[in-house]
């Protein structure tokens, strides 16, 4: 009796350490989608990417702008020397004494942009922004099915660590109820040792998926940006998708969907159009840009007060700009293969998305829809039939462990099925298994 009311102390205390923990910290139950809208709300890796679309649209604010112009005071004397003066007014004031006998120079200058660089630029900061909202969506739908992923794996250890506690609890009380019979001389040490072993197994094996169970958890709370001591536990709900219309996907048909929706793809062609307006200044920088100057300077020229107007530019004879030029056109060719790349990399990630799911689904409806109560139901005659004597151990613990070998199974094929629906979701870059 003693015997027993420590075992059942002990069984409730590590099924209880899960649950205490609980109860001393924040516990956060959701379901697959409040998560989902958690994580984008608050993922960090999503914010920070976000940040880099308002620098390129900064980018193109600053694109539009003129250049400032220079102002130039110079060639100002801070002295009068009356050698050179001898008491004479030379140079006349300009207001009140302000200026007699002084000299100065003022001068402005005014960059004008040639060949139309400034609307290039601004050409190629648009298709930098474009760029930049690619990425964003290439960081989300990576991060998107990382995400729905860990979530699959959360709802299978659940689902897993609750048939290992049931079980545990089973073999807990046939333990306890041997522990007596031996105590009390009517069976030998041999069979009681064997389930003993079992129940240790089942226990060792529940250690396990906690430890895995944390582990995923502490994923998705980095994802969703949780604080540390938050539980996090996903709500159990039937996860199944709708594959009606699997077997009328089309291969060509996602194909073309994925270039509308892929953000890899939509980069490739973006770079194309990026080198080509890149060009296109590299070509523009050839002609010098021009700089137009007013000038006023006093008392140093035949005239006291001159005022006169220039131009400078550049002369293009050493450098044509010859080098940036053939990069440019280099950078267009390689977008060229990088798209016919990217082209051929979707063709085949949908076509083996495809295949792994349809094989998936095919071994998912193999498996009878009652066949998961009718093994429940089994394990509970069994059970009935070890108690009351009417069968062995072996047979009894050899059903035991293909019972738990089965319900692994199952729920493997549910994960299975769920994440080959999401990389199919992922090579067409659009949700078309939900």
Do not use: C
Request: proline residues 2%; glycine residues 4%.
């Amino acid at each position: 009796m003693v015997h027993r009311i420590i075992t059942q102390i002990s069984l409730l205390i590590f099924l209880g350490i899960f649950s205490r923990g609980i109860y001393a910290q924040d516990t956060l139950s959701l379901n697959k989608k409040e998560a989902e809208t958690l994580f984008l709300q608050n993922n960090l890796s999503l914010l920070v990417e976000h940040l880099a679309i308002s620098k390129a649209e900064a980018e193109l604010i600053q694109a539009k702008v003129w250049p400032n112009p220079t102002l130039t005071i110079d060639q100002v004397n801070l002295w009068k020397p009356k050698s050179k003066i001898q008491g004479q007014e030379l140079v006349p004031p300009l207001s009140g004494d302000f200026g007699r006998n002084q000299q100065f120079g003022i001068s402005i200058e005014q960059l004008i942009i040639t060949a139309g660089k400034r609307k290039k630029l601004m050409a190629l900061e648009k298709v930098n922004i474009e760029q930049s909202k690619r990425y964003f969506e290439n960081v989300l739908r990576n991060l998107k099915i990382e995400f729905r992923m860990l979530l699959n794996e959360m709802n299978y250890l659940q689902n897993y660590h609750s048939v290992y506690s049931k079980q545990l609890e089973s073999i807990q009380q046939l333990t306890d109820a041997y522990r007596n019979q031996v105590d009390a001389g009517f069976l030998n040490k041999g069979e009681f040792f064997r389930l003993k072993a079992m129940n240790l197994e089942i226990l060792n094996d529940l250690r396990e998926l906690e430890n895995e169970i944390e582990t995923t958890s502490f994923q998705l709370k980095q994802l969703m940006h949780l604080p540390s001591n938050t539980i996090f536990q996903l709500k159990q709900e039937n996860l199944a998708a709708d594959f009606s219309n699997l077997e009328m996907l089309n291969i060509a048909a996602l194909i073309d969907t994925a270039r509308t929706n892929r953000p890899e793809y939509q980069i490739s062609k973006l770079q194309q159009e990026y080198a080509q307006h890149l060009l296109k200044v590299e070509k523009a920088e050839r002609i010098p840009n021009l700089s137009l100057i007013g000038e006023y300077n006093r008392g140093d020229a035949i005239y006291t007060d001159f005022v006169g107007f220039g131009v400078a530019l550049d002369l293009p004879i050493f450098n044509r700009n010859k080098g940036n030029i053939r990069k440019a056109e280099l950078a267009i060719k390689q977008a060229e293969l990088e798209e016919e790349f990217t082209t051929s990399a979707i063709e085949k990630e949908i076509t083996l998305a495809v295949f792994q799911l349809r094989k998936a689904l095919q071994f998912s409806e193999a498996i009878e829809e009652n066949y998961t109560e009718e093994l429940d139901q089994v394990l509970t005659a069994y059970t009935e039939n070890f108690k009351n004597k009417n069968m062995g151990i072996i047979q009894y613990l050899d059903f035991l462990e293909a019972y738990l070998e089965n319900k692994n199974i199952i729920l493997q094929s549910e994960i299975e099925l769920m994440n080959k629906a999401e990389e199919l979701n992922y090579a067409v870059g659009k949700d078309v298994i939900k």
